[in-house]
């Protein structure tokens, strides 16, 4: 089944949030932001530009009636900066007008003055300043300390990953209007219709039931409107409830680029040590994570980091610690994969160390050390249902990656200028919410008398499919036609308490209490059929193709006959159904538990294609073995694979976020940040189904599929790393991501630090 | 401006009197509630809000894509504009129905913008293959899909189109489900509109706008405010021609006419690989070779080109025209030699010999759709074996576009060898000036500058480079 959204999209009828057709009198917000990265304000006089023409009203922190407190995880950030701001760009005050251009043009009519800090843009720095979110955290497992004793081979190094726009194309935004009795309605672009409500609540010191969220789809999340959708559905409430008028916020782009957080910059430090026959025996990790001026989702996503710090191997002796560092940067956020890619990006760079310096081939570390059933993670849950070495292999299998390698090989034999690089990319990745509490979900089911059916969940569409995914459900439990039901918005007065729609797990939690609530009435129904047949025996009664059937008997009760018979039976053809994932536990004390639902597998091979007097490079082909479980929507869920991968290509090689010294963005907008392009993707994209059971705690056992796909990806990076290779194997070059075209060039041709040659095992050097 | 704008959005005749700079993406949007064309970035870089510009040329109707976010409401006058709403019929037309079938589309934001491209793509002259209808939309941007999808839309529809007829096309597209039945009027109405425009009246005082690429990115608000010139299309500054052994640019004509140009195919036979790293089709469509170079950019792709070339703008005031060699034009960052009153009116440069040997570079962060970090040109004329004369040029590396002086002091009356070529990269890198910001860092650039100068080389004359010394 296709995406249910797809005529509307393809005709311009969906509608976002700038679409709604606005009310009379409506006002426009424009967010007047913090001109420096640190200081503490010492004077802000907004009195020019509310006089502005067609200004209606200037609002600042003095405005806010309730908490100025919008930190979800740590109460550490204002909606609207009072005293002193953090970051370039942290809202300090909104102007309302009666037009966007009359907003937008008092903004520089806002006087500001302030008295200049210190400011931090390094991690590091912060964590030596002692700069931090939180106390550290460390995930062990064994005894590393006493492992590298037992190591043949031991590297050190330092790897860095940049951070990534969301680059959503539709900017952050909200709509908001007062209905009666002191309620409030808000349209957002959110993830989070709950995470709206509350904060609103607390904003504007009203109770979250006069608050209505309402979410009809996104133009694309990606992560960027968990929680950072949340300020401007809150501004527009208290604009609305500050001035009695509608009020709409939308960011323009560059605004959007700017005040918004990102996908986290990471600066690690890696220690590995291999035997003599590649095993990896021991790892330790020290991760220092860029978060920004406040919490927002750090803590969550440094956790997944630690989560993910082995990706698809099993290592006996880890310790891994992740120190989540504040700097004047705007406070980054979830973004796909959450922290996990961050993790694994380091232990492949690692991997790529210690196979560089012993002269072998990533691979051949890589599938030495792959998890295997019953192995245990760090974190203490053991693998069920592994499929790491399983997706290898049937990858080598029906991809040809041998002929694949005999070819690079050949080729880079006989081309000067061009070489070509090959990577192995193993994923594995955690479904859940790692907040073992996030893992529950609701549905709200309607029949109507005329036999349709309207569902709601708190499930949010952003071009994922879940909406699809949730009415597949629907249409199979109750077999009728999928015409005949409609997804309703996401809103938090029919579903209440909702989890983000986040962390891949939005099919599967909104899915399974859809399943519940499909099957109360199916079983109601199936009751009221079995009375209006003359029998009793619901048992016997099955819904086939919108037929009742009695056994195997079609009978002449369709299924719109039997809704309306129920009806007149009073029968309720409404259901709400509650469903939270069952086993999970976590002990943030001993860091041990059983945080994910399941685990998801697959591996890619990519081919990186250089040209060597420019720099510049496109990757030829992708293939890779995934595990899907049994994909309950093979087209969407490829979709999500394809458009992952492609996300992490784009993060491991142009795009590049670029602050400056003073914490001012320099890559603000579409012409300065790069995300792939049509002629950017590989040439080709070969993704193989790898069929397994998949997991009774996937939807239908269809496993999630959002996020891991992403890390995918991260093969760009060494695929190219090979290649350059190819053409200078002695520069001993930094382990960095983004692998942009600049970076690509000045490995092959700028000045390098020499390659050491192998020292003498530590190990040994020890023993003697 | 006292004449009202006048043009046909969709199937409506508009008639209005505000402001010419206002653009189009706002009156759509906010004055018309056509809400089906998204707004993503406001600088033509991500398609969200493309159009199509129709217009009535020589007895025919021409389509091409634009960025509405960038296009002045006063170049829609006497045009056709369409919007998605201009395109819907009542079942999916071929090309939303091929977007549909191989789920091209996720959250849907941007695909607005790629179903009103693939609607040029079938309304325009390109070969249907699947590399033309790619190419159609390689000025949008989508987030979700990966491309995969809409790359195999893009081979469907151009399957489907293989059956379009040369003659008669619009009426096969209109018969075959491709557009509303309104649009098979269209070549009458807008005509008919045509011939009842009258110029607006414009002041030579004026801001001067052709495709607004560049000024509707860089002062938006201003824009709106301003009286302006609007000499987009115009057919006095339109045109390539050759005459007496120099090609004559006008001023207005647009990245794609010199794309498209028999004439400069001829003169650069690889003229389409070149302009493929110039920005995008909407863009192409929109932009300027004047504009390009009177913004004066120091990166203008085109600027660099011509640069190479030798070119000589010249100048227009009134009844005076001047002529200045490109490379005294720029006097400093963004300072021209113009005076007041005078606008570029045409570009010239003589047409490369026999034997002369040209090359074209550009290396950006992304490929395509993007400002380079450094591009360059070099032109050779030949004798024999020698080189008689050398222009190059580099983008930048410099406040203003550069002419690579030293580097052709190095190379005139030589013959090409692999040490020439190593003297003339270490000369260009070392003449050059370049700055760090976010198109890269100064040593990145000079490097690259370098690797440019091989790069130009390794296509001329592949033989004489050898890189693998200086590894």
Redesign the interface.
Known sequence: MKNIDSRSHVRGESIYVDDIPVREGTLYGAVFGAPHAHGRITALDTAKAANATNVFRVLTAADIPGENQIGGIIPDEPLLAADAFHFQGQPIAIVLAESEEAARAALSLIHLEFEPLPVITDPRQARAQGELIQPPRTFKLGDVDSAWTNCTHIFEGRAESGGQEHLYIEAQGAYAYLTEQGGLQIFSSTQGPTAVQRTTTRVLAIGMHQIEVDVTRLGGGFGGKEDQATPWAVMAGLGALCTRRPVKIVLHRLDDMRMTGKRHPYSSDFKIGLDGDFKILAYEVTFHQDAGAAADLSPAVMERTLFHCTNSYFVPNVRATAYSCRTHLPPNTAFRGFGGPQGMFVIEAAICKAAEALGVKPAQIQKRNLLEEGDAFPYGQTTSGCRALASWNQLERSQGTAELEAGIAAFNETNRFIKKGLAFQPICFGISFTKTHMNQASALVHIYTDGTVGISTGAVEMGQGVNTKMLQVAAELFSIEPSRIKMETTNTTRVANTSPTAASSSADLNGKALEKACHCLRDRLCHTAAGILGHGRADRIQLREEKVFDGDMETDLSWAKLVEGAYFQRVSLSQQAHYATPGLHFDTETEKGEPFAYHVYGTAALVAVVDVIRGTYHFETVRLVHDFGRSMNKTIDLGQVEGGLVQGIGWMTMEELLYNEEGRLLSNALSTYKVPDIYAVPEEIAVEFLETEGSPLALLKSKAVGEPPLMYGLGAYFALRDAIRAWRDTADLPLAAPMTPERVLMALHGPHPVKPVPEESPAIAAQE | MTQPIRFILNDRDIETRLPAGMVMLDFIRKQR?L?????????G??G?CTVLVGEWNDGAMVYRSMTSCLMPLGNAHGRHIV???GL?TDD?TPY?AA???E?G????????GF?VSFAGFCLGDAEPNRKNA?AA??G????????????RAAESISTQLTNRPEQNRLAWLVENGYLPTYFATLPQRLSALVAELAQPKQEATHQVVAGGTDLF?QRP?EM?ETPLRLVFDHPEFNGITVQRNRCIIGASATAEDLRQSELMNRMFPHMQGYMKLVSSTPIRNMGTVGGNLVNASPIGDLTVFLLANDAHVTLENGDQLRVVPLRNFYKGYKTLDLQSGEHLRSISFAIPEKGTLFNF?K?????????A?VNSAMRLDMNGETIREAHLSAGGVAPIPFFLAKTREVLVGQPITPELVHAAATTAAAEVSPIS?????A??KR??LR??I??HF?VVAPEQ?E??A??
């Open positions: 509630r809400t089906g064309t998204k707004i993503g970035c406001r600088e870089d991500c969200a919007t998605i709403e819907n999916l939303q977007m549909v079938a789920a589309t996720q959250c849907g934001f941007c695909t607005v179903i790619i939309v390689d949008n941007i989508c987030r979700c899909t990966g491309y995969k999808s809409i790359e990115v608000e709106a570079e290396v950006s962060k992304r490929t395509h759709l993007d400002i970090s910001d976010a198109r890269g860092t040593d990145y490097l690259l690797q440019l091989y790069a390794s480079v890189l693998e200086a590894r």
